[in-house]
């Protein structure tokens, strides 16, 4: 994504002034959007799998399905960004869950750019892009009454969303799966003896119920999109109008949604485009709309592959590229991103090619169940983590029982599409690690990866900068000097999680950057609880006095999670950070608090007291130290 100076309306009014034929062209095609939240590509029919799903079964085999799809994220919101602009949520800085992000000026919303050229956009109805109120995505009509029947011209065309939330994760919570289940003919209700129970899971009672509920879900979905597709066939509009059908992301089920997996990132996309437009509709190549095919997409191409269809230009703002149409291009390889979910820590990148999936963690000391709270609803959760507890996981269990994982990974997706097998150590795969590795890098120096700055130092410099965007391009003569700030960042985040010297990192804690004496603390930090280093407290410490509240606030945790003599002081400081006016910073000193356990209990009584701004994912955690406290309060003599 270049540097850009104009304001979003500038590109509409260009668009508009490029459009073939102008706003009267000939004929366009009408575009409908069939959204389904939280479902990956294998649970389908149409793909092979379990689901009972005749009437996207039907679509997919009249147009093209993809099988090497992608979402940008494995959660909604930052995938949703990254739908409605075209742009990745890391250049953005709208990947961390329910943040509110500002878009620099020039980036505008798809709806608002096929506006431009004299389209109707609908959405019905969901929205959850992660931005500040500020941001319009430019819909004519956004609510759950949007149709295409309420645009003024019936000659009009129309670009029209449905967002289906039959299959979101809440499905399963508490007695909705048996509601849905019930609502379905018997025979379209999946046998939880006959579901096969993948190897990541153990083959228990409630894992094969709760995975016979997702199928059930799915069926249902599967109604959802045909009395979408009858409205249209009985307006007439079939044969005019280009259906496309996508997942936002994997799975809402561990391993899957939240997770950097392909059962996590590879969503259904399937493309249904009318014999009429079939010669402007073809793959890169030539190949024509039709059939399947093995093409890499990521959903942040879908933006610019609508423009492609409709005859628009794409801005050359846009991060994603067409997969069909006159500029259709192939990827080699398809990113996915992943940082805080809710409250729960998290900070890990992969890079996907036609064989290889190549995964960073970022914070190699993260348990492998660093899941939200909100997960916890899903039965699924709550059976890994009794089993876990029983010792009882199966060896394909791994990722769950993980107390810390490898800084890097590296899967034979092809061979092992559940990613059981790491071969990050293994010398014939040696070169394909370090090809990803390097690949991996350049994307995150080229398009400035925000996600290297700690949260509250994003916002905050987001605010003076004006947008999260333009912290890492400032333009004119900054921009150098902003980029060698972002590789002196990126150096230190990269080598946190790595194995240097710990006096290596440790030179770093005194660094004129903030942000790079952030990711310092966390590399010492972490060396010294890997190697067993008894120093961790006295070289910290001196950052409880650090200038930025941000550096003294990490380092609080650390220090405070050390059990050392410095808890009083450790404590001190996280208690100046729940009381700070910056609301992120209060925030991230609450999530402190909170996985402190017991060592924080000190602070349960103002941490509650905290004002989170309405920040639900705050809120969970501040109604667990609630009951911690009343728990605390029965207990005292």
Known sequence: MRTMTMPAWFWSLAMVAAWPGGLVAAERPNILWISAEDLSAGTLGCYGGPARTPRLDALAAGGLRFDAAFSAAPVCAPSRSGIITGVMPTSLGSLPMRCRATPPPHVAGLPALLRAGGYYCTNNSKTDYNFAKSFEAGWDESGNKAHWRGRPDRAQPFFCVFNLGVTHESGLFGDRPEKVRAALPAERRADPARVVVPAYYPDTPVIRQALAHRLDLAAALDDDVARILDQLSADGLADSTIVVFWGDHGEGIPHGKRFLTEHGLRVPLVVHVPPR?????????????????????????????????????????????????????????????????????????????????????????????????????????????????????????????????????????????????????????????????????????????????????????????????????????????????????????????????????????????????????????????????????????????????????????????????????????????????????????????????????????????????????????????????????????
């Open 277 to 637: 437009f079939a010669a402007a509709a073809r793959l890169a190549g030539g190949g024509a709309a039709a059939g399947t095919t093995e093409h890499l997409v990521s959903l942040l191409d879908l933006g610019p592959t609508m423009l492609d269809l409709a005859g628009a230009p794409i801005p050359p703002w846009m991060e994603g590229r067409s997969f069909l149409g006159s500029h259709a291009s192939r990827r080699e390889s398809v990113v996915g991103v992943a940082d805080r979910m809710d409250a729960a820590p998290g900070f890990g990148r992969t890079v996907r090619d036609a064989r290889f999936r190549y995964v960073r963690n970022f914070m190699p000391w993260l348990d492998g169940d660093d899941l939200p709270d909100y997960a916890a609803g899903v039965p699924i959760t709550g059976e890994l983590r009794r089993v876990r507890a029983a010792g009882g996981l199966p060896p394909g269990g791994e990722w769950f029982a993980r107390k810390s994982r490898p800084a890097e990974e590296l899967y034979d997706v092809v061979a092992d599409p559940d990613q059981l097998r790491n071969l990050a150590a293994s010398p014939a795969h040696r070169a394909d690690l370090e090809r990803l590795r390097k690949e991996l890098l350049s994307w995150m120096r080229s398009t400035r990866d925000t996600g290297i700055l700690a949260e509250p130092l994003l916002r905050r410099e987001a605010r003076e900068a004006g947008s999260e965007w333009a912290v890492f391009h400032p333009g004119g003569d900054r921009d150098a000097a902003a980029a060698a700030r972002y590789d002196a960042i990126l150096a230190a985040a990269w080598d946190a999680a790595e194995q240097p010297p710990l006096d290596a990192l440790a030179a770093r804690l005194t660094s004129a950057d903030a942000a790079v004496r952030f990711w310092a603390v966390r590399g010492v930090a972490w060396a010294a609880r890997r190697t067993g280093d008894t120093t961790v407290a006295t070289r910290l410490e001196p950052l409880l006095a650090d200038p930025d509240p941000v550096v003294r606030v990490e380092a609080a945790r650390w220090v405070a999670s050390s059990g050392a003599a410095a808890l009083p002081a450790a404590l001190d400081c996280l208690a100046a950070g729940l009381d700070t006016p910056d609301a992120d910073l209060r925030v991230m000193a609450l999530v402190a608090v909170d996985q402190l356990g017991e060592r924080g209990r000190p602070l349960w009584k103002a941490a509650v007291e905290v004002d989170a701004q309405q920040e639900t994912y705050a809120s969970r955690t501040i109604e667990r130290l609630r009951a911690r406290l009343a728990g605390a309060a029965a207990l005292a003599p």
